[in-house]
Every structure is written in structure tokens, then in C-alpha cells.
């Protein structure tokens, strides 16, 4: 039972990942697709209607986590006490970015919004993909099983980690330039004219970018965590969560001009894929430790049995609904965003 | 300040920031749904114009709620990592359907009610009001069963190792203590509602602006206001103070000040808790009102702080006794103002006392410092435990975070709220200045 729960809550990651994930993407390519303040509020309402719901994934999944894995939240939400506290000031500032600007005219106001929005969606990225680094790499669990990571210390993976050091810093950048791709893919699917035209550049520019970063940074993940290869090596069907990514990278680029719908379906693939391999791979921890033998397994995080079996009964309705209120919204945004007819 | 004093402080600070917010939002979500249904039911356009207003400052609200609620989660497993660890199987549930089944469906229907009122039509847009409320006023559940399960934990077992295991799910949600917690918790943010929607018709009629839609909000908030401040005392306060006094006797003497086991006691309106000496300096009190309100007998026996081990006296009990009687107190303002303004209404005298109206409109911080003075009394009252008989406080902070990471996490938050105020009176001021206009673009 807690596989099964170590495996929907990666979905549910995963799925937090590939919505929030474009809008950090738009975030990100705020300045460099948009060039006017027009056309930043038309990126904006691409993704107002929606946002808030995708941030709820991540909710869902830290509630989840909590109830399912209690010893494994304590221990990663301590440990990671700094991260987490910046990230919730960016997720703060990302809000306040896209809800606020709205409600002046004054171009200064909207700068300034413009500004928070873009900043924090392009260093939530980063700090996303370190902490999936950070996962991967393995925590300095002491003999209590705790542990707490500095921001940094010498940036090197040795026994006396931060949160941010090379290794951790090349999986941030990676998931920047992936969440960055899949926003170009979003915008290349919702907006028109100029502004497509350009969100499809920086696609082509960024698809290769994103490939030779996904590349060097598999192979620097099996340098710097050899464990990582025991699953495949044991029951190599997992080997089908990267294949299915990479598929989907190749479907984003083929289908770049052609189905912009399925371009972006393909890089969705490609994030659900990449962060279901990891879960894989680290499969059947929940947090690897840098000293061998301090892992904390999924048994020891999880709940007792019975709770678990209980919250699935109301957890899977509950996701039901969930998912037919996302659709639902989803279905009634229009279908794209045109500058046009913009006052300012 | 140790880190322990570190930890709970920022924890109160936050969620006190915090629930300035869900409480306007689940206030004006009910306000929302009877302004639509008079505008429908009356077949008069101006409700709808007021809807729409209030609709525009929910959404203000809402995302305010939003930023200052995230963190609220994150920090059970930041600063409370060993309560979680002992505790989450078991509130990690009633966290986990919050968002489950609360915030995807706010979330959702929020988009609808504020952008989608042309192609929805009436009767959908009605509906998704009226589901936004729902969301709203289910979060609320939610989360006061997770308060309720530190109260008065019901429905589980503790192992060897300390940590608790849910034995029944019916026993988290169907919780007596949360019942009558939320009941009192959600009349408490309706009084919110109707207080900032009086306010806000008060001032527009006091400046002769946007006069039929003013009266309109204002009448709807009135009636609202006296209903669910009557409903504040009795029945909703009424059963809290008695399950306080049944469950966490302790507290129920702390709270009203009351040192010495005694037959007959009376209730303190006024009057400064003196700890070191155990009694109340400068009192005025009602001779026999507390164990008639406890009881509905004159006589009967109501025991005293002291009959209970100082290990388990709330830490603060000055600081509790002050919250309660400060709720008690803006309780039975809430009753005298909205009453006499229903009144008053009824007469059809109520828009042209600008007295009144002054008031009515310098009121709105009140039911702020009411609930928030009402949660203090709750959580005071808790102390010292996390979970009450189970798990003290002192045992529950994260051990690995220091005290120089948490200042610095308490300051940020301190900064970041400071400016979250300002710019929320600034974008009230804007939406105040244009007013309930009548041809709205989405």
C-alpha cells in the first residue's frame, strides 16, 4: 500500500510539475516573447485562468504527502527549512505578479509586476529542479534519521552538502530550460500572430538547449549517485519512463509548427516522463541519504496500513472531481489569446 | 527568544496574518450568494450591481487568502516536524482533503463567477456562487477538524513509539468538538461579511454615492450581521464555552478568570487577572452568572484554576483571559449595533441616521479582532499542548531548524506581510473609489 502511494504522489508531482511548469515557462519568457506591455497582459491571461488551479497541485501533493508519508514530510520540510521558505516568498511574489498587475493602468505599476512575475517563476524553476536534484543526489541524513542543509557550502557533492552545489545547480538549470521549453510550447499552442512567431524561436532555440542539458545531466546523475541505475539494471521495463520522455521531446520538436496542441502535449510528456524516471530510480527510498545505510525507506515514511487503504476511499474520488472541475475550466478558457483590441 | 518561542511565534503570526483573509472571503461568499438570490427572488438589478462589486474584492481576498495560506501548510513540516511525524497520519488527512476537495473547486469555480457571468447565465452563474461558497465554507471544515483533533483528539491510537495511527475516519470528521468549532468559527466570519459590507454601504451612503446600491448592500448586511451575531452568543457560543468547560476545564477557568473552586460562581465582565495572587483586581462581576451559564442552575459548583497541577495551566493565561473577554465583549457590541440597525431598518429610518451610519462603517475592524481574539482564546487555551493530553508543545518543534533560521524565515514573513497590507488597502482603495458601477466589463 505505501508503493502505491509513493507512486500517485509522483504522479501527482509529476502533473504538479507539467501545469505549474508552463507557467513558469510563460513567466520566464515574459520579457523575451512579449515585447510590448500589451502583449505581456495577453501572456498573462494565457495562463489567469488556469494558474491558480495548477498551483493546487502542488498543494494537494504537499497535503498528500503529509497524510500518506508523515515521517518523510517532517524530515524533507525540516531539512529543507531555507528552500522552502524562499520558495514560498517566490510563490508569493509569482501570485501577486499575475494577479495585481491588473489593477492599475499606470505602466509603472505593470513593470513592476511584470518584473515579480518573471523573476520568480524563472528562480521557482530553479530551485524546483535543485530540490529534485538535491532528491536524487542523496541528503546528509544523520544517525536520527534529520537533517538540515544550508543554502550552500562549497558546491562541491561531498559529504557536507547544501542545498545548491554543482550537480544540484545543473539539475536547476535543466528543469529551467525544460520549464522554459514547455512554456514556449504553451504560448506557441494559445497565442497568435507576433507573438507566436517568436514563442516558436525560442522553442527551436531552447529544444536544443534542453536536450544537451537532460543529456549531461543522466550522466552526471549516474556519476554522482551510482545507486540510481539498481532498478533499471534489476527490472529494466522501467527503462520505458525515459524512453517515453524523449519521445515526447522528439514530438515537441516534430510537431512544433505543424500541431502546436501536440507539441505541447509531447514536452508534457517529456517533464511527466523525466520525473517519473527519477521516482524510479529511487525506488524503494523516499529520501537517499550520502551515507550509506541512513536511507529512509517508503515503509518507514509512510503511514499505517489502515490509514493509508482509508485515504485512498475518499483521496481517488476526491482527485476525480478534482481533475473534472481542472477540465472543466480548461475547456471554457478560450482557445487563444489574441493582443488586438488591448487597451493601454 | 528561544527557538521553541521562536517556532510558535512565527506560527502565530503567520496564521493570524493569515485568517484576516479566509474569513472576509467565507463571509462575503455568503454575502454573494444572498445578494444574488434577492436580486433574483426581488427581481431587482441593483443586487446583481452589488454582487458584482463584492465579487471583485472576494477575488482580492481570495488570492491574498491563497499566498498567506501556503505557507500555513508548509510550516507543520518545517517548524513542527515532530508533530508531524507523531501527528500527520492523522491530520495530514483532514489537511489533505482541504485540498482536495476544497481548493480545486474554488479555485475552479473562482474563474467562473468573475469572468464568465455573461456566458453562464443567471441561474449557472448562480450556481457557481454559490459552489464557490461551498468551497470556501469547506476548507473551513477542514481545517477546524484538524484544529479540533489538537483539542479534543478523538478516533485514534498511540503506538509504542509515540506516534498516533487513525482508527476511525468518521471520529476525525464527525469530531463533537469540531462541530460546534465550526459552527461558531463560520458565524464568526459571516459576522465579517456583513460587517465590511455594511461598512462599505454606510460610506457610500454617508457620501451620497451609488445611493440605491448602497442601501441595497447595506440592508442585506444589516440583517445578516444581527442573525449571525445573535447566532455568535446562542446557540454556536453558547455550546463552545460548555464544551470548553466540559473538555478542557483548565482552560474554561483561565479563560473567565476564574481561580477558586466555588459554588455559585459569578462571571467577570471586567477586571485584571492577577496570576501570582490568583484573582481578578478591579472586578465587576455578576454574582452567579458563570455557573448559570455553565449549568442553568444558580448554585452549582464551578471549579477554580487551582484545583488543577500548574503542569497543565495554559502558559498564558493573562493574554487568554484578555482574548476571550475581548471576543465576548465585541460579541455583544455585534448583537446591540446590528440589532438596532435591523431595527431600524424594519422602521425605515436606517439610511438617513448618519449617526448610525458613522458606525456602522467605523465598525468593520471589529469582528477582525473578534475572530482573531476568538482563535487566540482557542489556541491559548490549548496550551501547553499540541495535542491536548498527548503531546506538549515543547515536544513538537522541529529540532533540526535553528533559532537563527527561524528569525530570519519570522522576519521575512513580518516583511512581506507588511507589504502585502499595503498593497491590499491599495487595491481596496481603488475598487472602493470606483465603486458598484453599473455596466461592467469582464
Same mark, same amino acid.
Given at each position: 500500500? =505505501? ?34 506591455? =500589451?502583449? /505581456? ?34 524530515? &524533507? ?16 511574489? @509569482? ?12 505602466? $509603472? ?71 522554459? %521549453? ?58 520505458? $519512463? ?19 496542441? /501536440? ?10 516522463? $523525466? ?19 541512513? #536511507?529512509?525507506?517508503? +515503509?518507514?515514511? +509512510?503511514?499505517?496500513?489502515?490509514? %493509508? ?7 481517488? !474520488? ?24 488591448? #487597451?493601454? | ?43 431587482? !438589478? ?26 500555513? #501548510? ?27 476537495? =476544497? ?13 464568465? #457571468? ?5 441561474? @449557472? ?53 469540531? /462541530? ?8 464568526? +466570519? ?20 451609488? *445611493?440605491? *446600491? ?18 455568535? +452568543?446562542? !446557540? ?33 465582565? *471586567? ?112 496550551? !501547553? ?6 503531546? /506538549? ?24 506581510? &507588511? ?24
Amino acid at each position: 500500500m =505505501a508503493n502505491v502511494w509513493f507512486w500517485l504522489l509522483a504522479v501527482v508531482l509529476a502533473v504538479y510539475a507539467v501545469l505549474d511548469g508552463f507557467d513558469f515557462g510563460v513567466g520566464m519568457l515574459h520579457f523575451v516573447v512579449a515585447k510590448s506591455q =500589451a502583449e /505581456r497582459g495577453t501572456l498573462l491571461r494565457s495562463i489567469g485562468p488556469v494558474w491558480d488551479g495548477n498551483e493546487v497541485w502542488l498543494i494537494a501533493a504537499g497535503g498528500t504527502l503529509f497524510g500518506a508519508f508523515p515521517a518523510l514530510y517532517a524530515t &524533507a520540510f525540516s531539512g529543507f527549512y531555507l528552500p522552502l521558505m524562499i520558495v514560498l516568498w517566490l510563490l508569493l511574489f @509569482r501570485a501577486l505578479g499575475i494577479e495585481l498587475r491588473h489593477h492599475s493602468d499606470s505602466p $509603472l505599476w505593470h513593470e513592476l509586476w511584470d518584473v515579480a512575475f518573471s523573476g520568480s517563476s524563472l528562480l521557482l524553476a530553479l530551485f524546483f529542479g535543485a530540490a529534485l536534484g538535491n532528491l536524487v543526489r542523496g541528503l546528509p541524513l544523520d544517525e536520527k534519521g534529520d537533517f538540515f542543509e544550508p543554502l550552500w557550502t562549497n558546491f562541491r557533492v561531498g559529504d557536507r552538502t547544501g542545498i545548491l552545489d554543482w550537480y544540484t545547480l545543473l539539475v536547476g538549470v535543466t528543469a529551467t530550460a525544460a520549464l522554459a %521549453l514547455h512554456g514556449a510550447l504553451w504560448l506557441n499552442w494559445k497565442t497568435t500572430g507576433e507573438l507566436v512567431e517568436r514563442a516558436r524561436l525560442w522553442a527551436h532555440r531552447l529544444w536544443l538547449a534542453v536536450l544537451a542539458l537532460t543529456v549531461i545531466t543522466t550522466i552526471a546523475s549516474v556519476i554522482v549517485q551510482p545507486q540510481l541505475l539498481r532498478n533499471v539494471t534489476r527490472l529494466p521495463i522501467g527503462a520505458i $519512463l525515459p524512453l517515453f520522455a524523449f519521445a515526447g521531446l522528439a514530438l515537441a520538436r516534430l510537431s512544433l509548427r505543424a500541431a502546436p496542441r /501536440r507539441a505541447f502535449f509531447g514536452s508534457a510528456a517529456f517533464v511527466l516522463g $523525466l520525473i517519473l524516471s527519477a521516482a524510479y530510480a529511487m525506488f524503494p527510498y523516499a529520501l537517499a541519504a550520502r551515507v550509506p545505510g541512513r #536511507e529512509l525507506s517508503i +515503509a518507514q515514511a +509512510a503511514a499505517q496500513p489502515a490509514t %493509508l487503504s482509508g485515504m485512498l476511499a475518499w483521496w481517488l !474520488p476526491g482527485m476525480a472531481l478534482a481533475i473534472a472541475y481542472s477540465l472543466l475550466i480548461y475547456s471554457r478558457m478560450p482557445k487563444t489569446f489574441t493582443t488586438e483590441g488591448e #487597451e493601454h | 527568544m528561544t527557538a521553541l518561542g521562536l517556532h510558535r511565534f512565527q506560527f502565530a503570526f503567520t496564521i493570524t496574518y493569515h485568517y484576516l483573509f479566509p474569513q472576509l472571503t467565507m463571509g462575503l461568499a455568503l454575502v454573494l450568494v444572498v445578494l444574488k438570490a434577492l436580486a433574483h427572488y426581488r427581481r431587482d !438589478p441593483d443586487y446583481d450591481v452589488a454582487a458584482r462589486f463584492w465579487t471583485r474584492l472576494l477575488g482580492v481576498a481570495f488570492v491574498m487568502g491563497v499566498v498567506t495560506g501556503i505557507p500555513m #501548510e508548509f510550516q507543520f513540516g518545517t517548524n513542527w516536524s515532530r508533530f508531524s511525524r507523531i501527528a500527520g497520519g492523522v491530520i495530514g488527512q483532514t489537511l489533505a482533503m482541504e485540498g482536495v476537495f =476544497a481548493f480545486f473547486l474554488e479555485s475552479s469555480v473562482l474563474y467562473l463567477v468573475l469572468f464568465q #457571468e455573461e456566458r453562464l447565465g443567471p441561474r @449557472r452563474h448562480f450556481l457557481a456562487t454559490a459552489a464557490l461558497c461551498t468551497g470556501t465554507w469547506l476548507s473551513g471544515f477542514f481545517i477546524t477538524c484538524t484544529n479540533a483533533f489538537m483539542q479534543h483528539p478523538q478516533g485514534f491510537v498511540q503506538d509504542a513509539e509515540g506516534v498516533l495511527h487513525l482508527t476511525s475516519f468518521s471520529a476525525l470528521l464527525l469530531n463533537p468538538w469540531a /462541530r460546534i468549532e465550526y459552527a461558531h468559527t463560520m458565524v464568526g +466570519a459571516s459576522i465579517t461579511g456583513a460587517f465590511t459590507v455594511a461598512a462599505v454601504g454606510a460610506f457610500y451612503l454617508l457620501q451620497e454615492r451609488h *445611493v440605491p *446600491v448602497a442601501r441595497k448592500m447595506l440592508g442585506a448586511a444589516v440583517v445578516m450581521g444581527a442573525v449571525a451575531s445573535l447566532a455568535a +452568543a446562542f !446557540p454556536t457560543g453558547d455550546a463552545q464555552a460548555k464544551a470548553v468547560h466540559e473538555y478542557q476545564p483548565e482552560s474554561f477557568a483561565a479563560m473567565e478568570g476564574h481561580f477558586h473552586t466555588e459554588r455559585g460562581a459569578a462571571m467577570t465582565l *471586567v477586571g485584571q487577572p492577577n496570576v501570582e495572587e490568583q484573582r481578578i483586581d478591579n472586578p465587576i462581576q455578576i454574582p452567579r452568572l458563570l455557573s448559570f451559564l455553565t449549568h442553568q442552575r444558580w448554585n452549582t459548583e464551578i471549579k477554580g484554576l487551582t484545583e488543577f497541577p500548574r503542569e497543565r495551566w495554559p502558559d498564558n493565561i493573562a493574554l487568554l483571559y484578555y482574548a476571550y473577554h475581548i471576543m465576548a465583549g465585541l460579541g455583544s457590541l455585534f448583537i446591540g449595533l446590528m440589532g438596532a440597525a435591523s431595527m431600524l431598518l424594519y422602521l425605515g429610518k436606517l439610511f438617513q441616521l448618519r449617526p448610525l451610519l458613522w458606525a456602522l462603517m467605523l465598525a468593520f475592524p471589529l469582528p477582525f479582532i473578534a475572530n482573531t481574539a476568538g482563535w487566540l482564546t482557542a489556541e491559548l487555551g490549548r496550551q !501547553p499542548w499540541l495535542v491536548r493530553d498527548v503531546l /506538549r508543545t515543547s515536544a513538537g518543534s522541529s529540532e533540526n531548524v535553528s533559532s537563527g533560521s527561524t528569525l530570519f524565515s519570522l522576519l521575512g514573513f513580518m516583511g512581506l506581510y &507588511a507589504m502585502l497590507s499595503l498593497l491590499f488597502f491599495l487595491i481596496v482603495n481603488k475598487l472602493l473609489q470606483r465603486g458598484p458601477v453599473a455596466k461592467e466589463g469582464a
